[in-house]
């Protein structure tokens, strides 16, 4: 699969952001995907992931209750809101998708990226 990210933009702290990663390619597999983050110095990060043959999702501590992952099969997208964003959310997100097998998704490594899109809260 091949995947491009959208929607990163610049907002003030308590906003709000709807990241898309268009999915092309063989969809029809199971898959895990996944939003990861990299704040400049810092280690990536996974922030949500979903399991397309289940549809279960799994947040970061640091997302839980402000994030919301979820795909829409019809338009092939992969979507990420954030709400009551922070300085913290700060960073270059990226998209993510590994062949999967089983609902582990936080546990796999990822195969295929998309080339990111910035984030930046203020």
């Known amino acids: 699969v091949q995947l491009v990210e959208s929607g990163g933009a610049s907002v003030q702290a308590g906003g709000s952001l709807r990241l898309s990663c268009v999915v092309s390619?063989?969809?029809?597999?199971?898959?895990?995907m996944a939003w990861f983050r990299q704040a400049p110095g810092k280690e990536r990060e996974g922030v949500a992931f979903l399991y397309t043959d289940s549809g279960n999702t799994a947040l970061s501590d640091s997302a839980k209750g402000r994030f919301t992952i979820s795909l829409d099969n019809a338009k092939n997208t992969l979507y990420l809101q954030m709400t009551s964003l922070r300085p913290e959310d700060t960073g270059m997100y990226y998209c993510a998708a590994v062949r999967a097998g089983f609902d582990h998704c936080a546990t796999y490594d990822y195969t295929t990226w998309g080339q990111g899109t910035q984030v930046t809260v203020s």
């Open positions: 390619g063989n969809t029809q597999m199971r898959y895990c």
